[in-house]
């Protein structure tokens, strides 16, 4: 590991997040809750500092070949088609998807990526900022990864499996990639069937978007809103690095999930599964 100082990654005078009894840690962590409360998502602009996002970059483009890509149809679980529902249910509409992901066990041991993944004082500061103790995303493969968007890439909505994102835009593409999402779509005791059937035939009317920079992180809740990305255009690949966080300990995605996403399985990914809900993956 190569261990860098907090002050490497984030503008910590803008940004003090190693600095919790501070106004300004306490004005932010405000501002954070309320937008996350509302509407499960919140951007810090520019946190991290420019060399470090140029480094990430950097290593992004080293570890980018190690992805595994997939151009598929998918539904918004994740899950097989299953024929026991009707066919106009959300269960069965699949979408195109067209991504790789570098997974978490592909990150080399002195990656900086990595390190701030890792780091306490950023996980704190996101936990301070949504009000609960949370934990790294006990999954291997799918607790830090990196999305990679190839010019023509897109990816579908979706439901993370894990409650909390932070997202990292390390390299931006020259249009699209545009972020979208429908906060508190479905809950966690309601599938909100019919609301996501009405998004999926092309109601776009509760649909919010957000356009990254490179140096922002989005905080954002992934269980319960829909989201996608919108297809990368122009010659650069998109670099998206998601760090994930649970609610609960040990939580472990789902083995369908897995190896649409990364073309693996563990062992991990065969045992009881802990989860915080029982909503479809
Ligand atoms: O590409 C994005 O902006 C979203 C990525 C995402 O939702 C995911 O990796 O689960
Ligand atoms: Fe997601």
Redesign the pocket.
């Known amino acids: 590991m190569s261990l860098k100082n907090l002050s490497y990654f984030i503008d910590i005078k803008n940004f003090p997040i190693n600095e919790p009894e501070s106004a300004k840690y306490k004005k932010i962590v405000k501002e954070a809750q309320e937008a996350l409360e509302f509407d499960g998502c919140y951007v810090l602009p520019s946190i991290v500092n420019k060399e470090a996002i140029n480094d990430m970059r950097a290593e992004s483009t080293k570890i980018e070949s190690l992805a595994h890509y997939t151009s598929n149809k998918v539904n918004v679980y994740f899950s097989k088609d299953d024929p026991t529902y009707p066919e106009d249910h959300p269960r069965r509409f699949f979408m195109e998807r067209s991504?790789g992901?570098v997974s978490g066990d592909k990150f080399p041991e002195n990656s900086i990526i990595k390190e701030l993944y890792y780091s306490e004082e950023l996980k704190n500061f996101i936990a301070d900022c949504l009000g609960i103790p949370i934990y790294h995303y006990a999954d291997p493969l799918a607790s830090l990864?990196m999305?990679v968007?190839k010019p023509g890439d897109r990816?579908s909505w979706?439901y993370?499996t894990n409650e909390f994102?932070v997202?990292m835009l390390v390299q931006d593409c020259d249009e699209g990639?545009v972020?979208q999402y429908v906060p508190n779509i479905r809950n966690k005791e309601d599938e909100c069937y019919d609301e996501v059937l009405q998004l999926l035939k092309g109601d776009m009317s509760r649909v919010k978007e957000i356009k990254?920079n490179e140096g922002d992180l989005q905080l954002f809740k992934?269980r319960y809103a829909l989201?996608?990305?919108t297809r990368a255009e122009g010659s650069t690949t998109?670099n998206?690095v998601?760090y994930t966080y649970t609610e609960k300990e040990n939580v472990i995605g789902s083995s369908y999930r897995s190896e649409e996403l990364y073309g693996k399985t563990l062992d991990v990914h065969k045992e009881k599964r802990v989860r915080s809900d029982s909503l479809t993956d």
């Open positions: 991504n992901f990864t999305n968007n990816f979706h993370d994102t997202t990639g972020f990254l992934g989201h996608r990305a998109r998206l998601v």
